[in-house]
């Protein structure tokens, strides 16, 4: 039972560009969305998220946008850095229960 | 203030045998979730504790088990351990009541021969 889905294994981007990725989810009763950046031998780490009342956050370089209708997320980043190589981990929360998605794996080619 | 820190860091065990894993949530935190990566799968939630209670739990058998101590440390214990157990365990803590913001550790790295 797959309640939050990331369809896309892994993208490659060139520095500079924009990436965009992307998350479904299934179950309405989730009101505050998530991302998270993972590093190998590392925790993942809090990005940015949006509450289910907005359909729009940014921050920097980053900007996430929410449609509740499709119930679906994404994740933009502009201007793509190396840096930014890494798992990103959807993730949805309602109540006591936050449920991640499987990651997608982000190249940024310099 | 410290992070979360989780130990050990790395564990091999054989099959059949049981494993438990520590969890020292930053201070103040009174929440701490569990959850199993393996490759493909994401994070898969295992249980979260909240004052010592458990408030909810993921989709995993009985050998799976967890609990939280009165200073928010947490433990969970891994019985009869089968290979496919094999996976990072990581623990996040949260400041709040609710599990919206969290904070991992580096997680625990166990391998089942």
């Known amino acids: 039972d797959q309640q939050v889905k990331q369809n896309s294994p892994s993208l490659s981007v060139q520095e500079g560009r924009i990436s965009i990725l992307n998350c479904d989810y299934t179950?309405?009763?989730?009101?505050?969305f998530l991302w998270y950046k993972k590093y190998p031998a590392e925790g993942p780490t809090f990005l940015i998220s949006i509450s289910s009342i907005k359909d729009k956050n940014e921050d920097g370089r980053f900007t996430v946008f929410l449609n509740k209708s499709a119930k679906h997320l994404s994740l933009h980043i502009v201007p793509s850095q190396p840096g930014d190589s890494a798992v990103y981990f959807c993730a949805a929360s309602g109540g006591f229960k936050t449920i991640f998605g499987a990651g997608t794996r982000l190249f940024v080619k310099a | 203030k410290a992070g979360v820190t989780q130990t050990p860091r790395y564990l091999i065990k054989t099959r059949g045998q049981q494993v438990t894993l520590s969890c020292s949530p930053i201070?103040?935190?009174?929440?701490v979730s569990w959850y199993q990566q393996t490759p493909g799968q994401g994070l898969q939630f295992l249980f979260e504790?909240?004052?010592?209670?458990?408030?909810n739990k993921g989709n995993f058998p009985g050998r799976f088990s967890g609990r939280q101590f009165s200073n928010s440390r947490s433990e969970m214990n891994v019985s009869t351990l089968e290979l496919g157990d094999s996976a990072l365990y990581l623990c996040a803590s949260s400041p709040g009541t609710d599990t919206r913001e969290q904070y991992f550790g580096p997680g625990t790295r166990l391998t089942v021969t």
């Open positions: 201070s103040g935190h009174r929440s």
């Open positions: 504790y909240f004052s010592e209670t458990q408030r």
């Open positions: 179950n309405s009763m989730f009101d505050y």
